[in-house]
């Protein structure tokens, strides 16, 4: 049996073993007391224009206004489809503060996910940019959308976003053609909504911290995504938790300002979380709208000091694999925080190598607004564990039976915490629980005598080889060490000895990786069973939006080649 919350050992003096939401009354009490105590801080630098607290509570309050004067019932749900822009977060408290309800969107979504996330939720109201104005006119007539709130890259960015528009229209034509001319779905300039929202009365409407928030979809990596129920007091819970995770290391950086770097998208719940753990301790966001861009990425981050940098693993070795990125200065680079996947130990050791500010690893989901565990961010070096619970979180493993297991034993990682849903939008969920209340999270973890969980996969994907567990990410992680090697993942396919074989997908370097030179090396390096059966080379890996390897794609792309199977 498992010794009863071991972790709490390991908190720093600083670091409070209990976080109390409760002592705020709603979300919007949280916004405010960051407005009002770092009023004249900045809040945000994009492209090189920065807008203060002040200046992002006045425009979520025009918003809130704005959409009050709609004449929505309360509680209605309105979608949010933006990329890092200075607009984003206003307009997201802005829905909160007026009464509503937020719909994250990933602004990359295809007609067919963006119309069953729509649907689902019964949005009425969307704010989105026009470079993704294309996606919604394909499925708007399919869906309740009502009023469509029109948005361009550089429409807060005065002067500088007339040049930014511009640009991105005529000079690098990304904005796809679109139409939404029809009158029944009201199209309103985002500029016009902040101008009217100015002149109109806003009501503050009574909120509780029970009443539904955020409607955070999860990935739906295995079918349709589902809608995560996520409460005013699930978001204030982890805004606390993060920051007393933090304080440590925050409460020691003697910087005017301390800069967080924003490049994960704002609709994912990682990056989400880091807003409120930055707006709660006054941080300024650097708004990365196009991380993808590595060159780009690498000159905005040489404009202004970088005290903080969450990412996942994809991004940080994208960092690495560019020529410019050593150059930059990392002097203040205080917390380098991975999360969203699994980080890899050749990663952790480039990156410490070339910062000089070692990789900490956390974990959290979108059913617990990204609270779950993480390592101590005063830590000199990678450990490959994903850390310890947070403030208020408590974690079981389980076995298939549903009997906790004990240390350095695998199971099936149970959550439970003011921070976690009660469930899923329009679904039963039941059965997402244990029979006392903890959420079954899915991934497979062990932990040690010190409460220090490591991660070993998702359950789904865990490969039965003759009755052997074999984890894909320690197969991955292991194959990653191959010269030449630049990436792979495995997945478990069907075999009539085994049950199940092991299957890698290569991305080589170049033509001197051969099947036989993976083959040996994984003989060499894991255990008989563990070792790939199946290989196969390919240009490049479905991934999700941060970096995440899909190995549903992969399954199904298997399938399709070998349909006999």
Same mark, same amino acid.
């Given at each position: 049996m498992m010794p009863n919350k071991p972790w709490l050992d390991q908190y720093p003096a600083s670091v409070p073993k209990t976080i109390n939401p409760d002592t705020y009354g709603s979300v919007m009490e949280l916004y405010e007391e960051c407005f009002e105590r770092f009023s004249g801080h900045p809040m945000s630098i994009c492209m090189g224009v920065t807008h203060t607290y002040n200046d992002v509570n006045n425009a979520s309050l025009a918003i809130a206004a704005w959409l009050q004067a709609q004449g929505l019932p309360k509680g209605s749900i309105v979608a949010l489809m933006m990329p890092n822009l200075p607009q984003y977060l206003p307009t997201m408290i802005g829905i909160l503060r007026?009464?509503?309800? =937020?719909?994250?969107i990933n602004p990359l979504y295809t007609g067919r996910e963006l119309r069953h996330q729509l649907n689902d939720s019964g949005a009425q109201v969307i704010f989105v940019v026009d470079n993704f104005a294309q996606a919604l006119e394909q499925v708007v007539d399919e869906t309740a959308i009502k009023r469509i709130v029109l948005s361009k890259l550089g429409d807060m960015m005065g002067l500088k976003g007339m040049l930014?528009?511009?640009?991105? @229209?005529? &000079? +690098?034509?990304?904005?796809?053609?679109?139409?939404?001319?029809?009158?029944?779905?009201?199209?309103?300039?985002?500029?016009?909504?902040?101008?009217?929202?100015?002149?109109?009365?806003? $009501?503050?409407? +009574? %909120?509780?911290?029970? !009443?539904?928030?955020?409607?955070?979809?999860?990935?739906?990596?295995?079918?349709?995504?589902?809608?995560?129920?996520?409460t005013?007091?699930?978001?204030?819970?982890?805004?606390? %938790?993060?920051?007393?995770w933090y304080r440590p290391v925050t409460s020691d950086i003697n910087e005017v300002y301390i800069n967080m770097v924003m490049a994960l998208p704002l609709y994912h719940i990682f990056a989400f979380s880091l807003s409120l753990l930055g707006m @709660?301790?006054?941080?300024?966001?650097?708004?990365?709208?196009?991380? @993808?861009?590595?060159?780009?990425?690498?000159?905005?981050?040489?404009?202004?000091?970088?005290?903080?940098?969450?990412? &996942?693993?994809?991004?940080?070795?994208?960092?690495?694999?560019?020529?410019?990125?050593?150059?930059?200065?990392f002097a203040p680079l205080r917390i380098s925080q991975a999360g969203g996947m699994a980080a890899t130990k050749q990663t952790a050791e480039r990156w410490l190598e070339v910062t000089g500010c070692p990789m900490v690893e956390?974990?959290?989901?979108?059913?617990?607004?990204?609270?779950?565990?993480?390592?101590? &961010?005063?830590?000199?070096?990678?450990?490959?564990?994903?850390?310890?619970?947070?403030?208020n979180?408590?974690?079981?493993?389980?076995?298939?039976?549903?009997?906790? &297991?004990?240390? $350095? !034993?695998?199971?099936? %990682?149970?959550?439970?915490?003011?921070?976690?849903?009660?469930?899923?939008y329009n679904r039963d969920s039941t059965n997402d629980f244990t029979s006392d209340?903890?959420?079954?999270?899915?991934?497979?973890?062990?932990?040690?005598?010190?409460?220090?969980?490591?991660?070993?996969?998702? +359950?789904?994907?865990?490969?039965?080889?003759?009755?052997?567990?074999?984890?894909?990410?320690?197969?991955?992680?292991? %194959?990653?060490? =191959?010269?030449g090697v630049i990436d792979c993942a495995v997945i478990g396919i069907p075999d009539e000895r085994q049950g199940e074989a092991v299957k890698i997908y290569v991305v080589p370097a170049d033509?001197?990786?051969?099947?036989?030179?993976?083959?040996?090396?994984?003989?060499?390096?894991?255990?008989?069973?563990?070792?790939?059966?199946?290989?196969?080379?390919?240009?490049?890996?479905?991934?999700?939006?941060?970096?995440?390897?899909l190995r549903q794609k992969l399954r199904e792309k298997h399938h399709a080649d070998h349909p006999q199977q």
């Open positions: 007026a009464g509503y309800v =937020c719909t994250p930014v528009n511009t640009i991105v @229209r005529q &000079v +690098k034509r990304l904005i796809p053609k679109y139409k939404l001319n029809d009158p029944k779905h009201e199209v309103t300039k985002f500029p016009d909504v902040l101008k009217q929202g100015k002149t109109l009365p806003f $009501h503050a409407p +009574k %909120m509780t911290l029970d !009443q539904l928030a955020i409607l955070q979809y999860t990935g739906g990596t295995t079918g349709l995504s589902k809608g995560t129920i996520l005013q007091r699930n978001i204030v819970a982890a805004a606390l %938790m993060a920051e007393a @709660r301790s006054g941080y300024t966001f650097i708004l990365v709208p196009n991380p @993808r861009d590595m060159p780009g990425f690498v000159k905005t981050l040489s404009k202004q000091p970088f005290h903080i940098f969450p990412a &996942v693993n994809t991004l940080f070795k994208g960092l690495l694999d560019t020529p410019s990125f050593k150059n930059l200065n956390g974990w959290g989901m979108t059913e617990g607004v990204a609270g779950g565990t993480a390592n101590l &961010v005063t830590d000199d070096k990678f450990n490959g564990t994903i850390g310890i619970p947070v403030p979180v408590d974690i079981i493993l389980i076995d298939e039976n549903g009997e906790r &297991v004990g240390t $350095h !034993q695998a199971g099936e %990682m149970c959550i439970k915490g003011p921070n976690v849903t009660s469930g899923y209340g903890y959420f079954r999270t899915g991934d497979i973890a062990s932990m040690d005598e010190k409460g220090y969980f490591t991660l070993l996969d998702r +359950k789904k994907d865990m490969i039965l080889v003759s009755g052997f567990n074999v984890f894909p990410s320690e197969v991955e992680s292991v %194959m990653l060490d =191959c010269d033509n001197n990786v051969t099947k036989e030179v993976i083959t040996d090396f994984a003989l060499d390096n894991l255990t008989g069973y563990k070792c790939p059966r199946y290989i196969e080379f390919v240009s490049d890996l479905p991934k999700s939006n941060v970096g995440k390897v």
